[in-house]
């Protein structure tokens, strides 16, 4: 098998392949030859040393695969060899094959190919966590979402679409901004230049929007805390600025409204079934139409440096699926 190796802590570019050992699957365990695995900001952070969690050297980062099963353990039942299934692997995606067990695959819907399901789980999951689960949000509710162009933010505009809010965009390009429109946004406001408090006040109407999305942090983040409404909710979930804001407190407490933080990935682990119960309600809304996630942007194996570096530097429109 193939898989990047990161060996010393840094940026993407000191990432490397190595051949290895085809894997072999233990009691209760599968090999999936992964066919797409995600790329997520996490996972730049993952190999500069700068998140929460910090493997041992050397690890092979990723986290989310999709493919096909093409051995299984003894033990294992209900999965048989050619089964198209997701998985979620904490580390070690970014390989043509992982180990995984077999109780935490998700048979893929026939209507969802593998680059899809591999970009899925982690921004589906942590907008239909923030969204319906933290926030509480209410069909017709209005929603501004930051980086409305990005991984996130184009999951943000399904999935409030899907729950039935009316969204609106906030976007620093073209491309951006015409793939949140695309996404299902009402409006979006060009970052760049537009007042987004005073757009967003106007297209909300009553008092602003009820709801923020915001992955991106830094220097946007007060005017769009300004932009909420009476009892609105700012939904804090990253900070791909590379920027920590600052806030007024008194904005927080005008017009009785709620800052909630949104940390899915650290929730995710410790609450195992309940999130394989969100996992299964996202992918009941793709099977049933109710959401049609966006193709990824796909790079082979061998460019994993220059993937990421793209993802990090929010170049990429949506998300992006490394291909072994």
Not at 8 to 23: A, F, V, Y
Request: a negative charge.
């Amino acid at each position: 098998m193939r898989a990047v190796v990161c060996q010393e802590l840094g940026p993407p570019s000191l990432l490397r392949i190595e051949n290895q050992p085809d894997p072999e699957p233990g009691p209760n365990r599968v090999v999936v030859a992964v066919e797409a695995a995600g790329v997520n900001f996490v996972d730049g952070l993952f190999i500069a040393g700068q998140y929460q969690i910090k493997p041992p050297l050397p690890f092979t980062p990723g986290s989310e695969v999709a493919g096909r099963v093409s051995a299984v353990g003894d033990d294992v039942a209900d999965v048989s060899v050619g089964q198209r299934v997701m998985v979620t692997t904490g580390l070690g995606g970014f390989a043509s094959h992982v180990v995984a067990p077999a109780g935490a695959l998700m048979t893929l819907p026939d209507n969802f190919d593998s680059p899809r399901a591999a970009t899925f789980t982690q921004s589906y999951c942590t907008c239909l966590f923030a969204l319906r689960d933290r926030a509480r949000v209410e069909a017709g509710e209005s929603v501004l979402v930051l980086g409305a162009g990005g991984g996130i933010g184009l999951a943000a505009i399904a999935m409030a679409r899907a729950l039935g809010c009316r969204v609106m965009g906030a976007a620093s390009s073209p491309e951006k901004r015409a793939a949140a429109l695309a996404a299902g946004a009402e409006e979006v406001a060009d970052t760049t230049q537009d007042d987004v408090k005073a757009r967003a006040r106007q297209w909300a109407g009553r008092t602003g929007v009820d709801v923020v999305v915001d992955p991106i942090g830094g220097p946007m983040a007060e005017s769009s805390l300004r932009a909420l409404g009476d009892r609105g909710r700012y939904l804090v979930i990253g900070f791909a600025s590379g920027e920590i804001p600052r806030i007024p407190l008194n904005q927080i407490l005008l017009r009785n409204r709620t800052v909630l933080g949104i940390d899915w990935g650290i929730w995710s682990m410790q609450h195992a079934a309940e999130q394989r119960t969100l996992l299964q309600d996202s992918l009941r809304m793709v099977e049933q139409n109710q959401l049609d996630p966006i193709h990824p942007t796909s790079y082979p194996l061998d460019d994993v440096a220059v993937a990421l570096q793209d993802l990090l530097e929010r170049k990429v429109v949506g998300k992006v699926a490394l291909i072994p």
